[in-house]
């Protein structure tokens, strides 16, 4: 079944140390790839995004992601996490069809806590 | 820097009532998004929008719900008569194209149908 998987529910990190968090799809064309990020309260934030070209993807905040097309993932990294990151991590895509390009599907997320 | 806006930020409705939430999106996009969030669950797409007509929907947008641009600003998702598990966090969202373009969320309209 075509679904977004984000198998970690909490990650718990220090402040400071390095954040990777996991993301793997199943669709049978790459479809396009976003991470967004949701603080309490808040609506969703775009990190980052990747369509195509370089599979090392940059985004806000000091955000990075991957591409790995042989894994079906896209993991986001962060070299040294801050408190204020603190927040749920949504990986989401945008299925390549026929029809409809536009709906985001969504993993489940990652809940991220930064300990002191 | 230009957001989209929700109104209201909270809504309690007796099961059985209608509800409208608004959103304004931001003023040059052209696409326009419903999704849902129930709590503790995925973010779930409803429905999108585009030159006055739904482009795309899901299972869960079904005839209990609606979509309407009354006027040049606004974006309203109607649910006609609500029921226990209609509560969720909805989310409107805007986006210049389709495809991979970058949509823009509100914050969120916590309804709670009780």
């Known amino acids: 079944a075509q679904s977004v998987t984000q198998p970690d529910i909490h990650i718990t990190v220090s402040e400071g140390a390095s954040l990777e968090l996991r993301c793997n799809y199943s669709y049978g064309a790459t479809p396009y790839l976003f991470w967004y990020v949701q603080s309490p309260g808040q609506g969703l934030q775009l990190l980052l995004k990747y369509f195509s070209g370089d599979t090392l993807v940059q985004g806000i905040k000091g955000f990075e992601a991957e591409f790995k097309r042989s894994q079906s993932s896209f993991n986001l990294r962060k070299p040294s996490v801050h408190w204020s990151d603190a927040a749920e991590y949504f990986c989401?895509?945008?299925?390549?069809?026929?029809?409809?390009?536009?709906?985001?599907?969504f993993g489940t997320g990652t809940r991220l806590l930064v300990s002191p | 820097e230009p957001e989209v806006t929700q109104t209201p930020s909270h809504q309690v409705t007796q099961m059985g009532q209608e509800v409208i939430l608004r959103c304004v999106p931001i003023s040059n996009h052209l696409y326009f998004y419903w999704y849902r969030q129930i709590l503790g669950q995925k973010v779930e797409f409803l429905v999108s929008?585009?030159?006055?007509?739904?482009?795309?929907k899901s299972e869960i947008f079904d005839d209990q719900f609606s979509v309407e641009r009354p006027d040049g600003s606004n974006f309203t998702l109607k649910i006609r008569s609500t029921k226990l598990e209609d509560s969720a966090m909805y989310f409107c969202?805007?986006?210049?194209?389709?495809?991979?373009?970058?949509?823009?969320f509100g914050p969120g309209t916590r309804l709670t149908v009780l």
């Open positions: 989401a895509v945008v299925p390549l069809m026929n029809t409809g390009f536009q709906k985001l599907v």
């Open positions: 929008f585009y030159n006055n007509e739904i482009s795309e």
């Open positions: 969202a805007s986006s210049e194209a389709e495809g991979g373009a970058e949509q823009f």
